[in-house]
């Protein structure tokens, strides 16, 4: 099933509760972007004492660090993460995270930026939940979509006709036709949520319009 999935890039609690509080009824799943200012240029607000407070939504933790081990390591007693998304381009051993991320008993997703190849995500498909592929640069809402990316996401699909296929970076009322047709199924949106003349809540009523009919 096909699904939208929020995703949050914020720099303070004050402006992630203000985009939290305007979609929370209309969500039960929130992608939190965490960025550590090495991996990508752009640093972001992540406190996991906050996240708990909101026990009616599941986050998933779309890791753009250089080191997942020690991001993992924060969010351990934080209840309400279901799924933590990292790079296969981190610095960290893949299979190290894959263990970390398995013992706290949430799901894996490995990301892959535009340029890296399908063939390094073989060795781990099947320890993983989710692959999400990047449809921009990672680190910055509002980049132009990178259109090469759909005949990827095309192959992978063919090659693993099961399992979820996340995309993120630009997905919007005209690129999430392009997305789904390649075989995507989890979305994760941010500007096209937060970041125009309209309301969240107007916004998310017509991307579900969108890939429900």
Known sequence: ????????????????RTQINSIKD?????QLDIAD??????KTW???????QFTEITFELHLMVSH????????????????????????DPIADV???????????????????????LEPYINNLDEVQFMTIHPGKQGQPFLPEVLKKIQAFRNKHPQLPIGVDGH?????????????ATRL??????????????????????????
Do not use: Y
């Open 1 to 16: 099933m096909n699904q939208i999935i929020p995703a949050i890039l914020v720099h303070s609690e004050e402006q992630f």
């Open 26 to 30: 209309h969500t039960n799943l929130v």
């Open 37 to 42: 200012g090495i991996f990508v240029d752009n």
């Open 46 to 52: 992540a406190d996991p004492n906050v996240i708990q």
């Open 68 to 91: 997942p081990l020690e991001e993992i390591d924060r969010w351990k007693n934080t209840p309400n993460i279901h799924r933590f998304l990292f790079h296969l381009e981190c610095a």
């Open 98 to 120: 894959i263990v970390k991320i398995k013992e706290q008993h949430r799901e894996v997703g490995l990301v892959i930026n535009p340029e890296t190849s399908l063939e390094a």
């Open 171 to 183: 997905i919007d009322e005209t690129t999430i036709p392009q997305v789904l047709s390649a075989g």
């Open 188 to 213: 994760g949106i941010g500007s096209a949520i937060f970041g125009n003349e309209k309301t969240p809540t107007e916004n998310i009523r017509t991307l579900k319009q969108l890939i429900h009919g």
